[in-house]
């Protein structure tokens, strides 16, 4: 039987995607507040939106390359999807799209938004035209893209998540390949956040395991959004054997931690991380005093679903 | 008379459920052209905005003026 939800009976989360672990490795307050409870910015999130259909549109174009069409014809294709996807058209009541509705989306935002992603892909696909970077093959033949993957792992849980593409570089080196998008100038020292970083410890650990191959670790696609201008950097980050073993031994106590903070009721906050990533959403929130916390929370969040990583996206 | 070609931010404008695949290569084409001017160094080809036209040379058509007076 498929399991409907990544939580236990009693509320545990046994089923883990990067986002919760990585969620979980910032403040377990902030995973309490995000992932278990559900509250989110009742503004859509331009960085996730922009972030969502630029990976989605590269996934598209391996995958359509992978089955054999022509490149032109590939990125007329993956254009067309994106211009769709960032169109906010009606839906009829089956959720299709009706023809002839709707608006662009819209952001306020001077460097992403719908001109800007169409131009990045476009670009993107001019700059990489030569690239020596090969989908890999599967010994059957298919091609290692769109890969939504659950691993069974100790304690009864569940790793899960979704890798884009595996990839040969020109030495035959076996990589898990990402985008990444920033409004930020790229150089070594952007590609330094990766490593450690759980997510491209979790992809690495995960394509291993899946296609049963020496994957070297994950090769890194940045693309600078600006407001007249995208520009590309590309980066390997690597993960040794021992290295995945030292990110699993961690994250099976980071989340028998989390386990152990359900139990008792009591999700401690993280203040050494209140001021990363451009500030904690929740930071006003927990500057308060706990009887008004609530308060706080219902005046700047809305209740959404809880984070659910067994659920296709 | 040919209809002139829309221009990119029009074609953006349009509803992508109807855009043609020679429309859609008009898209990518003129984002092409955009890169080729980036690269070329303008730090602002890929902007949504068009180019402002240039100032009108204040004072340059009244001295004309006087020209074609004096003639």
Known sequence: MTPETSFLPDGRQWAWDATSIKTAEECPRKYYYARLEGWQSPFRSVHLWFGSIYASSHELFHKLEAEGMDRTDAIREVVHQALITSWDHDLDEDGARIPGTGSPAEFDHASKNRFTLIRSLVWYFDQFKDDHYTTYLTADGAPGVEHSFRLEVDNDLLFCGHIDRLCLDPQGELFVHDQKTTGTTISPHYFNQFKPDSQFSMYTFAAKMIYAAPVKGVIIDAAQIAVGFTRYGRAPTFRTDDELDEWYQETMHLIDRIHTYHSNDFYPRNPASCNNYGGCPFREVCSRTPSVRDNFLRASFVKGERWDPIKPR | ?71
């Open chain 2, 1 to 71: 008379m040919n209809n002139p070609s829309p221009d990119l931010n029009e074609l953006m404008m349009r509803d992508p459920l109807a855009l043609t695949n020679d429309e859609i290569d008009q898209i990518i084409e003129a984002m092409r052209e955009r890169r080729h001017r980036f690269n070329q160094g303008d730090m602002k080809a890929g902007s949504a905005k068009p180019k402002a036209p240039p100032k009108a040379l204040k004072g340059l058509d009244n001295d004309l003026l006087d020209m074609e007076i004096k003639l």
